[in-house]
């Protein structure tokens, strides 16, 4: 018996202080609707274009947008299951066929994970509106990094088109439609 076990009510089991799970905040309403995503942060948009990144500004990892963004949650763009999760990105398949990445900051892969909270795991069916990354902004400025959100439709070639719908530099909320996928 240890110093401390005297102190314990009887019945108590001794257990392993275990990490509080992060607190999820709440979902937002999001706008979704036929081959529509969603903002993923509330913030300022810009065209993919005007990443300051050239392998999203390329198009390289799909047509789609960024937002520099005015809070630290972001969400869920489009409904679907969670394909990749990578602590500054999460990639989404969703149910309408549409494969969606959400990639935090320019260059924050080096971050090794510091700065951003996972809210969601490989495999997790996800709706839009969903908080699906916590960030914090503080420490991605203090890297030395963008902290736009970019989001990417990864299959674009797949489509006719790819489309911001929010007008570019207009600010948004988190939910609001900013994409429309076009068929052939």
């Known amino acids: 018996m240890g110093l401390f076990d005297m102190f314990k009510k009887k019945g108590e089991a001794t257990k392993a202080a275990e990490p509080a799970a992060p607190t999820r905040p709440a979902a937002v309403a999001a706008q979704?609707?036929?081959?529509?995503?969603?903002?993923?942060?509330?913030?300022?948009?810009?065209?993919?274009?005007?990443?300051?990144?050239?392998?999203?500004?390329?198009?390289t990892l799909g047509k789609g947008c960024?937002?520099?963004?005015?809070?630290?949650?972001v969400y869920a763009p489009i409904s679907g299951t969670v394909t990749v999760v990578m602590g500054h990105a999460v990639g989404i398949a969703g149910s309408n066929g549409i494969e969606a990445l959400v990639h935090v900051g320019i260059d924050t892969v080096a971050m090794n994970g510091e700065g951003f909270t996972g809210y969601v795991a490989?495999?997790?069916?996800?709706?839009?509106?969903?908080?699906?990354?916590?960030i914090d902004r503080a420490a991605i400025k203090a890297a030395g990094h963008p902290d736009c959100v970019v989001l990417a439709v990864s299959n674009t070639a797949e489509f006719a088109d790819v489309t911001l719908t929010a007008e570019a530099e207009s600010t948004v909320a988190a939910g609001a439609a900013v994409l429309?996928?076009?068929r052939a």
């Open 122 to 134: 490989q495999g997790d069916t996800v709706h839009a509106g969903e908080p699906i990354i916590g």
């Open 32 to 59: 979704e609707g036929a081959d529509v995503l969603c903002a993923p942060v509330a913030g300022r948009v810009i065209a993919m274009a005007d990443v300051p990144d050239p392998v999203f500004s390329a198009n």
């Open 180 to 182: 429309q996928v076009s």
């Open 66 to 73: 960024a937002i520099w963004p005015d809070e630290e949650t």
